[in-house]
């Protein structure tokens, strides 16, 4: 099992200086791990105490040394001092403990690994060596209720629900516990990630995208380094569950927009009001926000929803007399679209309150409909429906407001799906004024300015500047959170994060085509450009382009601006990367594939034979939907990769021949390979460069292996893998395939 994966079934605890000294930190923890223990419907978790300064703690042995412990604990709560972690990291390893979670603080004032370098790289080595995984230091809490574990100084018991939280900040930690004990909700998991010396908010989220328990998530940004393993594991996550983030991280407001403008381009909600925030629920899901049924047994509280009636799908039931008219609603046939349906009921009126709950309960385990109850009074009624995936309310504004982030997420996954349009050549540039100033580094940034046009096969033209819109476009490389391009016309001003692909270059042209008739096209070409200088010029800080004209005889620009400096940031977003493209013969390439790739990635799904697409998927599957292939183009480079063997055209225009994918496990560092080849190509060498090339991708990436499953009657695959190397096994739940395997 996975380290970090133990905290799915965490059965034995071992806690590390273990205290009830009055009025210390440790003791407040400790008398919070045994009191969240006690439970009548769950075998309690084992406990094991060390601390050789105490005979014993909440009345219970300790132990002197960890050598002592009997068994082998799933997970070990480190609360001694500072100075004695990296020996107590040391002997947890040797007994077999493979991860911890430090509270203890180096000092009262740390918050991150950068208060005290020199003592987190020592405790960092010291884990690594021993191998094993470390939360901390610093954590504020980790709290699991429905294993009865509570790791923090909050005292009152979290109820057990389907949302995780996950936060930075000691003080959002407790804040957002403390609201969320007002509001009655639960949580699957809350969890401070502390300095992340080791295991970061990246690896807690890959964590929780596998926690069954936890069915949304909800992320506050503060304190946190925004990197691009964290995106990306947030993207992953957003892909397969709800989530929204909390977008606090910053006092800077362009920093602050770039965030928002980042989370918006990777299909991720976000929102910068707390109030919202804590209120998020993941259900029920909604695709549209004016498509909303409300079911009520009162006037006064359906009032309160103040929701226009031109958006409902159906009457507002204002007048029922009992449940038993709200019931008649209630029929499968009723909820068997993805309209959520609120219900709203006063109890103090209601004599069919537990025949109405049973109905819900009953279409909750049937999946049908999208069901949000927003009743008062009982916490053990909300408690039954949270558990039969019901999303309960305190008040209609909560439930209307968790709607609302609900169709943001669903419109920002469409959006972030949207097929971006194909490649095609640039046009030209012209600077009237480029000034790099006299000296040896502005010699050498004009070098390198010419030569990232040069490779994109542009050419620099001298002359003044045409009629037209004109622009101040320039594109920075922040310290604080990476480099990010802004674009200016008079007092609109628009950023977003570098690299830009087309998409993300309409989406930041959106509000100047409101306002002025731009030609869209010559503008998103020279943009796309710009974003391409940036990652072709390693050596340059800035680049700054004023009065910017873009038109269809090219880019013109009044004068333009560059700045040398090696740059320390990386992007946020994994760029495409050219570097792994490879000619193999005088017609044909080797490259990774973009988004703008879709189309013709379905044409040659289409041309493939039903027989080919079973070998493939190992099902019968007629077409490629939008989704899916968006799916399959619009990767993440830094967790997923596919080859595709094409022509030299353009991306959108270039036929695809022949695709090998890996998408990779970063808990199990390990990757899942698939690969199709057209059979007018297939026998030629080219299926065995598309796998090497692959393999040789994943060796870079540090993966420790690669595995596919494969039909048994597939024996071209089958004898592929094996001249490759793979080992053969046989499925461990299919009789009809075998898994192969090859350790990197």
């Known amino acids: 099992m996975n380290a970090i994966a133990r905290l799915n079934a965490v059965k034995h605890v071992a806690l590390i200086g273990g205290s009830d000294r009055a009025g210390s930190e440790a003791a407040a923890i400790t008398a919070n791990v045994f009191a969240g223990n006690v439970s009548t419907d769950r075998e309690p978790l084992r406990i094991s105490i060390v601390n050789p300064r105490h005979d014993s703690v909440a009345e219970q042995p300790c132990l002197l040394r960890i050598a002592q412990i009997t068994g082998i604990p799933d997970l070990a709560l480190i609360l001694a001092p500072w100075a004695e972690v990296p020996s107590i990291i040391d002997q947890l390893a040797r007994l077999g403990c493979r991860l911890a979670v430090i509270l203890s603080r180096p000092r009262p004032s740390f918050f991150s690994p950068s208060d005290d370098p020199r003592g987190v790289r020592l405790l960092k080595s010291r884990a690594q060596a021993a ?41 959002l930690f407790h804040l957002s516990l403390d609201h969320a004990q ?37 992320l506050a940004s503060a304190c946190m380094r925004v990197d691009r393993a964290g995106l990306s594991a947030l993207r992953a996550f957003a892909t397969r569950k709800p989530v929204l983030v909390l977008n606090t991280s910053t006092s800077r407001a362009h920093v602050s927009n770039l965030q928002q403008a980042t989370f918006d381009r990777l299909g991720i909600p976000s929102t910068l009001a707390f109030a919202e925030w804590i209120e998020f629920q993941p259900n029920p899901p909604v695709e549209d926000p004016t498509q909303l049924t ?30 038993r008219q709200l019931l008649d609603w ?55 429906l949270r558990e039969h995936g019901i999303a309960v309310f305190a008040d209609p504004q909560a439930a209307l407001k968790s709607l609302k982030i609900r169709a943001l997420s669903a419109a920002l996954r469409t959006d972030a799906r949207v097929t971006p349009p194909p490649l095609r050549p640039s046009l030209p540039w012209a600077i009237k004024r480029l000034s790099f100033g006299s000296t040896r580094a502005g010699r050498v940034a004009e070098r390198d300015l010419r030569q990232a046009l040069a490779e994109l096969n542009i050419s620099l033209l001298d002359e003044t500047t045409a009629d ?37 270059i309409e989406a930041l042209l959106s509000a100047l085509t409101a306002k002025h008739d ?27 382009l004023n009065q910017a004209q873009f038109n269809p005889l090219g880019v013109r620009s009044v004068s333009a601006l560059a700045i040398r400096g090696k740059r320390n940031v990386d992007t946020l977003i994994a760029p495409y990367p050219l570097e792994l493209e490879e000619l193999i013969d005088p017609e044909l390439k080797i490259r990774p594939i973009r988004g703008e790739d879709e189309p013709e990635l379905k044409r040659g799904f289409n041309r493939l034979t039903p027989e080919e697409v079973r070998m493939r998927f190992h099902y019968p599957l007629k077409a490629l939907t939008h989704d899916l292939a968006a799916e399959l183009s619009q990767i993440d480079y830094e967790r997923q990769m ?78 592929l893998a094996s001249a490759l190397g793979f080992h053969q096994s046989p499925h461990p739940d299919e009789a009809s395939l075998k898994r192969v395997i090859l350790k990197l």
């Open 642 to 719: 596919a080859f595709i063997l094409t022509t030299y055209q353009a991306p959108g225009l270039a036929p695809i021949f022949g695709v090998s994918r890996l998408s990779a496990d970063p808990l199990e560092r390990s990757a899942e390979f698939a690969i199709v080849i057209g059979r007018d190509y297939a026998g030629r060498g080219f299926g065995r460069k598309l796998m090497q090339k692959l393999i040789d991708h994943a060796t870079r990436l540090g993966l420790e292996s690669l595995w596919g499953d494969v039909l048994l009657e597939n024996d071209h695959m089958l004898g």
């Open 182 to 218: 007002r509001l009655r909700r639960g949580f699957s998991l809350a969890l401070d990630v502390g300095g992340g010396l080791d295991l970061g908010w990246a690896d807690a989220i890959d964590l929780l995208a596998q926690h069954e328990p936890t069915r949304a998530l909800m």
């Open 468 to 504: 037209g819109l004109a622009l101040d476009v320039q594109w920075h490389a922040d310290p604080e959170f990476g480099p990010w391009l802004q674009l200016s016309l008079g007092t609109i001003v628009r950023v977003a994060p570098l690299p830009l692909d087309l998409k993300a």
């Open 518 to 544: 731009l030609a869209t096209r010559w503008l998103r070409d020279g943009l796309y450009v710009l974003s391409e200088i940036f990652r072709l010029s390693d050596n340059l800080l800035q680049l700054q």
């Open 131 to 171: 191998k094993i995984r470390v939360l901390g230091p610093a954590v504020a809490g980790l709290i699991v209720p429905h294993l009865g574990l509570n790791a923090s100084r909050v005292e009152h018991a979290l109820e057990a629900g389907s949302v995780a939280l996950l936060t930075a900040n000691h003080s």
């Open 294 to 323: 409300i079911l009520s047994n009162s006037n006064a509280l359906a009032a309160l929803c103040e929701v226009p009636q031109a958006v409902l799908e159906s009457a507002i039931v204002t007048d029922a007399p009992g449940a």
């Open 330 to 384: 209630l029929e499968p046939a009723q909820t068997r679209s993805a309209v959520p349906t609120l219900v709203i009921i006063d109890p103090s009126i209601e004599p069919d309150r537990a025949a109405l709950e049973a109905r819900l309960i009953e279409l909750g385990r049937a999946g049908l409909g999208a069901l949000a109850w927003c009743g008062v009074g009982e916490d053990a009624a909300r408690q039954r």
